[in-house]
């Protein structure tokens, strides 16, 4: 069995498009999904699964199913979370407030020259880094105020994105570690 982490976009947010966290872990069971475990509201799902194939399809058509809405899956692997914890370049510079930290995931890879043209792009005082599939965020004036948003990453690098805060992504990179304990 595989552990593995699906990042919903877009749920449980302005009472738009609302899956209750007991019904998502049910829908996951579902899909003979073993061991899982949901982070607050906003669709985190880590659980256990022997293939790895199509997971964010399998999850994506049985929400669809389910609801009658599209729902855009990310997934990563345990390895690939601990790599975002260790590689945010953010935490090297003692002027920054974590608390304003934030991680953009990136369904794919995006095309080099989408990269090459979104980093034309200067939103001071918000930063951003990409590294692969990750875009690293600093908001000192709060993400709520920013334009760098999922859909103007979306719209730049041509790739589905949904972002969570630096403290729920160290929270489920706890989770995670602790999956490869039992």
Not at 33 to 50: A, L
Not at 79 to 100: A, G, Y
Not at 123 to 134: I, T, W
Request: net charge positive; charged share 25%; with cysteine.
């Amino acid at each position: 069995m595989k552990t593995f982490l699906s990042i919903l976009r877009g749920i449980n947010v302005s009472g738009h498009k609302k899956i209750p966290m007991a019904e998502l872990k049910v829908l996951y069971e579902e899909l003979n999904f073993e061991k899982i475990t949901t982070y607050i509201q906003s669709g985190n799902v880590i659980f256990k699964n022997k293939n790895s194939k199509d997971l964010s399809k399998q999850i994506e058509q049985k929400i669809f199913e389910k609801y009658n809405f599209n729902v855009p899956v990310i997934i990563r692997t345990p390895d690939e979370i601990r790599s975002t914890v260790e590689r945010n370049p953010f935490l090297k510079q003692k002027e920054i407030d974590i608390t304003k930290l934030h991680v953009v995931y990136l369904a794919d890879n995006p095309a080099q020259e989408d990269i090459d043209k979104v980093k034309i792009y200067n939103y001071e005082p918000d930063l951003f880094y990409l590294s692969g599939k990750e875009v690293y965020l600093y908001c000192p004036n709060g993400y709520g105020n920013t334009k760098l948003t999922n859909i103007f990453f979306e719209s730049k690098l041509k790739v589905t994105a949904t972002t969570r805060n630096w403290n729920t992504t160290n929270e489920l990179f706890k989770i995670l570690k602790s999956y490869s304990i039992n």
